[in-house]
């Protein structure tokens, strides 16, 4: 296995796709490391998927910190990628500086923002600080309450333009990868042969030149999926089982035996 990184990932367009993930603790980052997982990506998703919310929109900073450390004690050979939760960027440039300065201390390779042409100007200041950035266009989750709901953007050739425009902006700005998340197949496939930076796809079809899939889902720790996710492994009635096969042993006596 290689250390993957900024360079590593950019060799990487047109020769080899890349299947990366989430993860949110030390365990199951050195477990994803272990296979081979090039890179993992500490999502502002752990809201939903670790902390209870219906949304990514309260995690915060705290969160966040805790969860890239963690993560980064248990990746060797992948790289960690912080996600900026909502409210870390949206206030001024000066205090996103500070954030994405937190997040890489803490063991963060990189930071993920949302935004096309907006936080370009961002974009290019962390950049210049020698902060990589992974961008993130389509459908955005902290915009969930502009679009009324996780809705697949682009739809139209007007609002596909929109995204693609997004896409060239963050590339121009220096993004090294761009996430393209919840749009139609036909126009990731027109963005990832337009750019010469990775292409990382989530319910964007099969040519962007990597994916991702959340850490929960492709587990089946999830009850409810979106219908892009595979499931590669069905781990909740496992769990719940082992979970069940305990307490009942514990109360019959028959745990600890000795």
């Known amino acids: 296995m290689k ?20 993860a949110y603790d030390t365990c199951f980052a050195r477990l994803a490391d272990e296979a081979g997982v090039p890179i993992i990506l500490v999502g502002d998703s ?5 902390l209870g919310y219906e949304t990514t929109l309260p995690v ?19 790289m960690v990628v ?14 996103a500086v500070k954030n994405a300065v937190a997040i890489i201390k803490a063991g963060a390779e990189a930071v993920k923002l949302e935004g096309g042409a907006s936080v370009c100007s961002l974009i290019r ?20 309450n502009e679009y009324g709901g996780f809705k697949k953007q682009g739809k139209t050739r007007e609002a596909a333009e929109k995204v693609l425009a997004d896409a060239k902006a963050v590339e121009e ?13 036909d126009l990731a496939a027109e963005i990832t042969a337009a750019l010469k930076i990775v292409t990382i796809g989530i319910g964007a079809g099969p040519v962007c030149d990597a994916q991702w899939l959340v850490m929960h889902d492709l587990l089946g720790l999830n009850e409810k ?14 769990v719940r089982g ?17």
Not at 243 to 258: C, I, L, M, R
Request: charged share 15%; glycine share 10%; proline share 6%.
């Open 82 to 95: 912080g996600d900026m939760p909502f409210g870390s960027y949206q206030c001024g440039d000066d205090e």
């Open 225 to 238: 999926v979106p219908s892009f996710v595979k499931k590669y492994a069905d781990l909740a009635p496992a």
């Open 242 to 258: 082992a979970f069940a096969a305990y307490v009942k042993e514990v109360a019959d006596g028959t745990f600890p035996n000795s």
């Open 125 to 144: 200041r962390l950049t210049t600080a020698g902060i990589p950035v992974l961008a993130h266009v389509g459908m955005t989750p902290q915009s969930v």
């Open 60 to 78: 915060n900073m705290s969160d966040t910190l805790a969860a890239v450390a963690a993560v980064a004690r248990g990746a060797k050979d992948a």
């Open 3 to 22: 250390k993957w990184n900024v360079a590593a990932v950019r060799a990487a367009k047109g020769k080899t796709k890349l299947g990366c993930c989430t």
């Open 46 to 50: 752990l809201g939903m998927n670790c």
């Open 173 to 185: 700005a220096g993004a090294f990868a761009v996430t393209l998340e919840c749009i139609p197949s």
